[in-house]
């Protein structure tokens, strides 16, 4: 997916602050902040939405989420806790056609999701 940003990000074709990779995962600073910690966490493979995830890259897909943990325990965000998003498709606002989930923290956040 040569045009698709976080497949960009993920090549290193364009730069991010990184806090976590490893042979399947990457996480970096969002680069428009909504909360004092706002991280994305992807899969390097590229998986357009959640809609995509199938039992063909489930696997994938679980070692991202087996690394969300893990990326906010070493952000300091395990005490007070804090919110996993990925927006799937227009009405939730996907704006990067590549799977991601947000990592949200560092503040009380705001109650509604809707
Ligand atoms: P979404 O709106 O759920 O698709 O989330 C896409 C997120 O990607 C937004 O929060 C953007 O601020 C973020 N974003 C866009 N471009 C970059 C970039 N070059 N580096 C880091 N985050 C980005
Ligand atoms: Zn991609």
Redesign the pocket.
Known sequence: MENC?FCR?VAGE?P?KKVYEDGDVLA?????P?APVHV?VIPKAHISSIAAVDASNIEVVSRVLLAIPQIARSLGLEEGGYRVVS?CGEDA????PHL?F?ILGGKKLPVTLG
Not at 28 to 32: A, E, G, L, M
Not at 93 to 96: F, K, S
């Open positions: 940003l990000i364009i991010s970096f600073y969002d680069i428009n909504n994305l927006n606002g996907q704006t990067v991601h947000h």
